[in-house]
Nanobody, 113 residues
């Protein structure tokens, strides 16, 4: 059974930073690509960062230069460092084992002054 637990969300001011963590259980963690998604009210869930088992990363334009995804396979943890946060980054952020239906419960990020 694969379980994902996100943490690190909160309320921050525009321009601030947050570091999200996703702790995963399961022996296949190191073999899978991982992703961070977000969903704001009334909007579709969107991918904001992805990382392969080897550490290659990919970001959409909305996140490039501001977000950094990383992973520590020994700790079964994936991270999302978010800098220069904007109000439009406000959403619930979810961890995902890519190409699967394994999701965490999400962690709320609110960017507001």
């Amino acid at each position: 059974q694969v379980q994902l637990v996100e943490s690190g969300g909160g309320l921050v001011q525009p321009g601030g930073s947050l570091r999200l963590s996703c702790a995963a259980s399961g022996s296949i963690f190191r073999l899978n690509a991982m992703g961070w998604y977000r969903q704001a009210p009334g909007k579709q869930r969107e991918l904001v960062a992805a990382i392969t088992s080897a550490g290659s990363t990919n970001y959409p334009d909305s996140a490039k230069g501001r977000f950094t995804i990383s992973r520590d396979n020994a700790k079964n943890t994936v991270y999302l460092q978010m800098n220069s946060l904007k109000p439009e980054d406000t959403a619930r952020y979810y961890c995902n084992v890519m190409f699967s239906n394994y999701w965490g419960q999400g962690t709320q990020v609110t960017v507001s002054s």
